[in-house]
């Protein structure tokens, strides 16, 4: 879909990059040609990480340790990346979140998911979109986000209230930063299974809800290459003009939500005719008693 030099000249900044989805974005975007910074809290993580990916790619590849939780550390690090030159892209991927009754969390439960989610993403924003109006350089902003921001989630409460203010962020700051040339976009991924969500949001194996495959319209889980696809779009030059926009890639998952009737799609053809016979006996015994029409 895209060549070795669709993003040459992008320095992009991923955040959670050493495993999961931002390991395997960052796979797509030094496949493109960009070079590409990744960061987390585990250096023995990060290190092999890059060692694999310079190794598959060819690319250049460079790690922060930092902790999104506290904004000096994402401070520093944005300024050690800017002094090596600055950013063009930044994406916004770390997270953490687990599956818990809302009334069993404690306010450090709580604090644990929306001071990575909510403060992390907005500190990272801030402190790479300051530096680049303040150089005058345009950039490309997007934020790994969730299908939660259209639908709420039970179960997840704070990742799904925090997902959905950097969905409100986005929106906000694609106005406020258009002026600069910053562009601002999120996407929404469906269930990519990795083992950091996977053990957090599915710890007992039995999927069901957002981590089951069956009640996804494609039947099948996203595949990696897809969403890496995707963030290389939306961090390459050519639709510039695209920005405030959160794009869902979850094989329509989140359509098929339980308050639509998604779960006919399991029904037969035999089941849809008993279906189409016993509304058309109720319209004909409503047909009967009426006075009129
Ligand atoms: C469709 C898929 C969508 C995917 C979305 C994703 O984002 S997947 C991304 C998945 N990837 C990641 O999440 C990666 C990053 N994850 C992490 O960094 C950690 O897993 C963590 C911070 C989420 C929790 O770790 P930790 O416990 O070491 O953190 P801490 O020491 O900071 O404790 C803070 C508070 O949290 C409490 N608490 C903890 N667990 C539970 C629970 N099950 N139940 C209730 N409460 C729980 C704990 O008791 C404490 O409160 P207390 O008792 O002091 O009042
Ligand atoms: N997998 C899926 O199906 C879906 C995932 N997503 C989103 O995709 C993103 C990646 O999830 P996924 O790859 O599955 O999960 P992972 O657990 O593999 O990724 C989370 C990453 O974030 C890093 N991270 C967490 N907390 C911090 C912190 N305080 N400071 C710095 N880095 C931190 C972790 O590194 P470390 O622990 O070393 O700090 C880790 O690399 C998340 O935003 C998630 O919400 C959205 C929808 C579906």
Not at 62 to 74: A, F, K, L, M, V
Not at 122 to 130: E, N
Not at 153 to 165: G, I, L
Not at 260 to 287: Q, Y
Request: net charge negative.
């Amino acid at each position: 879909m895209f060549n070795s030099s669709t993003l040459s000249n992008k320095r992009i900044l991923v955040t959670g990059g050493g495993t999961g989805l931002g390991k395997e974005i960052s796979r797509g975007l030094l496949a493109s040609g960009a070079e590409v910074y990744i960061c987390g809290r585990r250096e023995n993580v990060l290190k092999t990480t890059c060692e694999e990916l310079s190794k598959d790619t060819g690319g250049k590849i460079h790690y922060r340790i930092c902790d999104i939780r506290d904004p000096e550390s994402i401070d520093d690090m944005v300024e050690s990346i800017f002094t090596e030159g600055p950013l063009t892209g930044l994406i916004n991927n770390a997270a953490a979140n687990f599956i818990s009754p809302t009334k069993d969390l404690s306010p450090r439960g709580y604090q644990a998911i929306r001071s990575t989610v909510m403060d992390g993403s907005f500190y990272t924003v801030l402190a790479v979109g300051k530096r680049w109006i303040n150089l005058g350089i345009r950039g490309s902003i997007v934020s790994n986000l969730v299908t939660w921001v259209w639908t709420g989630s039970a179960y997840v409460v704070p990742s799904a209230m925090s997902k959905t203010a950097i969905d409100s962020m986005t929106k906000s700051l694609a106005v406020e930063w258009g002026p600069y040339g910053i562009r601002l976009n999120a996407v929404a991924p469906g269930p990519f299974p990795t083992e950091g969500a996977w053990e957090k949001l599915n710890p007992t194996g039995k999927s069901s809800g957002a981590t089951d495959s069956s009640s996804v319209p494609m039947r099948r889980y996203g595949e990696m290459p897809e969403l890496a696809n995707l963030m290389i779009f939306l961090q390459a030059d050519g639709c510039d003009y695209l920005t405030g926009q959160t794009i869902a890639i979850d094989g329509g998952h989140h359509l098929a939500a339980p308050s639509t009737f998604a779960s006919l799609s399991d029904l037969s053809d035999d089941d849809w005719g008993n279906i189409r016979d016993n509304i058309k006996a109720s319209a004909e015994k409503e047909k009967s008693e009426r006075s009129i029409g």
